[in-house]
């Protein structure tokens, strides 16, 4: 199976290529293109990379993810969040190539109580969320073999994310404020890569019908104020805190330039019923990531 990765510099695109690796899969081969390769909002270039390659199937982990910069530059977050993914999705139909495409819980407003089900009605409250919803739109509308995969608060040890954000500033600070009432699931990027390969492998394997929208996402939800306890607490032995209290505040006193949905806990019982997939506790893949070759490269 050959499996073209778009955005292959991102937190989830750099880690498909090493779960491949780790995981001993010597029949797939992945071609692996960052940005530089491959800029997916040039329509000509992916409809060439794409036909050229000729992949089993086309990973999309591309995105603009700078979810408060997306206010200021809506149209850099449309194109490579609404556009893009259309071109992509275009080519994959013209080559009969299927598609996975990856999305976020920012499509939901947050006002449901419980967890957001596939089927749940969409609100974006920001830029980001929008342009990603109309990203999945756009796909909906070009190509009838993908699976659009939403999931949430994504970590890993490649690139920013609010693991990296809360150590550095514990290292800084005696005391940090942080949101107790945004309520969520954060996901390892190892997790989701391994879980658009099993879904890959589903594909390849022949006679899939079971195209669509999925939620996949760690375990168990909790708010950014408890992760990022737990963060400290999994790393304090690796580093020389200054850090003394960690205080809840909420929303309204942490004001961002988009608003953030206070619940987008996904609900992750379709992939388990159809893919047999089960969701990741987030405590593990943060004890990974800290244990990985290459986490003290972002200290250094
Ligand atoms: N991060 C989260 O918390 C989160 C939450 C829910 C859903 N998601 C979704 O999960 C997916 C993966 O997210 P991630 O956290 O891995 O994102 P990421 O670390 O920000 O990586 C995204 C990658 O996309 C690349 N990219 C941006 N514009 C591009 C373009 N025009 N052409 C080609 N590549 C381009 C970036 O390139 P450069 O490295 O050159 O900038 C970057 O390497 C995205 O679809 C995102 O929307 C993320």
């Not at 081969?29 to 992916?46: C, F, N, P, S």
Request: aromatic letters at 8%; one cysteine or more; hydrophobic letters at 40%.
């Amino acid at each position: 199976m050959k499996i073209l990765v778009l955005g292959a510099n991102g937190q989830v695109g750099r880690e498909l290529p090493e779960a491949v690796r780790l995981s001993n899969m010597k029949d797939i081969e992945v071609i692996a293109l960052d940005r530089h390769a491959l800029d997916i909002t040039r329509q000509a270039a992916v409809q060439q990379s794409i036909t050229e390659t000729q992949p089993s199937l086309v990973i999309n982990a591309a995105a603009y993810t700078a979810v408060d910069k997306s206010e200021q530059e809506p149209a850099i977050a449309f194109a490579v969040n609404r556009d893009a993914p259309g071109y992509i999705a275009k080519a994959c139909a013209n080559d009969g190539i299927p598609l996975l495409h990856i999305s976020t819980d920012y499509v939901f407003d947050g006002e449901k109580p419980g967890s957001y089900g596939e089927d749940d009605d969409v609100n974006p409250l920001g830029i980001y969320g929008q342009s990603k919803w109309e990203g999945e739109e756009a796909i909906r509308r070009n190509l009838e073999q993908y699976i659009i995969l939403r999931t949430s608060w994504v970590f890993g040890v490649y690139g920013k994310n609010f693991v990296y954000t809360m150590i550095n500033l514990a290292r800084q600070r005696e005391e940090l404020s942080v949101v107790h009432d945004q309520h969520g699931c954060p996901t390892p990027a190892r997790a989701i890569a391994i879980t658009l390969l099993d879904i890959s492998r589903k594909i390849a394997d022949g006679g899939f019908n079971e195209w669509g929208t999925y939620h996949y996402c760690g375990q168990p939800a909790t708010n950014w104020h408890h992760f990022a306890g737990a963060i400290i607490n999994a790393s304090q032995d690796k580093f020389a805190f200054k850090v003394k209290h960690i205080n809840p505040i909420s929303t309204r006193e942490y004001p961002t330039p988009a608003k953030r949905p206070k619940n987008s806990v996904l609900n992750c019982d379709k992939i388990r019923n159809v893919f047999g997939i089960e969701q990741a506790d987030w405590s593990d893949g943060l004890r990974a990531m800290l244990q990985h070759e290459h986490f003290s490269d972002a200290f250094q």
